[in-house]
């Protein structure tokens, strides 16, 4: 039977031929030689540590912690520049965020990584996914500045836009109480009502304006008189809302 020992580091009980201390991990010697330096405790799995990083992170985006989810991936892409699913998830939180030039470049970054090995199975589709449908919303958002000019005011206006109130259904919303107003006025023109002839006179003053203001602008002033004449202050928001 071994006879007992203990460890000279820790003073925990050992194995006379045991080579290594079972509680703390230090180099055992026979008796009378000196006890080498406590072993260095094993480097962290830091695939691990990541993968954990990468679900809080997911899970915080998931509940709306925007910020909490960036700090996280941010950490993350401190010690793994490459990380792709990383990269894949701050390029959708910048997207979320309304960065939507950054988001571009970051998934870019994730499909350049992703396509130099190394990546998870899948990560280069997914990557090139997240990229196209970043530049979807890019090209979306920006529908309305890139077809004013070139497709004609019409096209402006009922076009898409980055924002509810700048989007076709709002505008044709302005329409519709445009028309049922001018009407009214109409109406409130043959009972000799003032207001209607207030509301007529309003429209002839912002038709005028925004006639002189598209000329100014070279952009469809005969257009954008007649609508906002017919219009009224409807029109005239419908004007200011594609034009500013």
């Not at 071994?2 to 003073?11: D, E, F, I, P």
């Not at 679900?55 to 793994?80: D, K, M, N, S, W």
Request: proline fraction near 6%; include cysteine.
């Amino acid at each position: 039977m071994s006879s007992l020992r203990r460890c000279s580091v820790c003073g925990a009980f050992v194995q006379e031929d045991d080579q290594f201390c079972w509680a703390c991990g230090a180099e055992l010697q026979p008796e009378g030689r000196p006890v080498q330096p406590r072993a260095p405790a094993p480097p962290k799995d830091s695939n691990r540590e990541t993968q954990l990083a990468l679900r809080r992170a997911h899970l915080a985006q998931h509940r709306g912690r925007i910020a909490e989810a960036e700090r996280l991936v941010q950490e993350v892409l401190a010690r793994e520049p490459d990380n792709v699913p990383a990269l894949s998830m701050l390029s959708e939180i910048l997207r979320v965020r309304g960065d939507l030039v950054e988001a571009v470049a970051v998934a870019q970054r994730a499909t350049d990584a992703a396509a130099g090995g190394g990546a998870p199975p899948g990560a280069v589709a997914h990557a090139r996914t997240q990229r196209a449908r970043i530049e979807e919303t890019v090209v979306r958002q920006s529908a309305g500045t890139l077809l004013r000019g070139r497709a004609g005011p019409l096209a402006v206006l009922l076009g898409p836009g980055p924002v509810w109130y700048r989007g076709r259904n709002f505008y044709l919303l302005l329409a519709a109480f445009g028309i049922a107003a001018l009407f009214l006025a109409v109406v409130a023109v043959f009972r000799g009502d003032l207001v209607g002839y207030i509301w007529l006179c309003a429209s002839l003053l912002a038709a005028g304006w925004s006639y002189q203001d598209a000329e100014t602008r070279r952009e469809a002033a005969f257009f954008w008189g007649l609508v906002v004449l017919g219009l009224g202050p409807f029109g005239l928001a419908i004007y200011l809302l594609i034009t500013y």
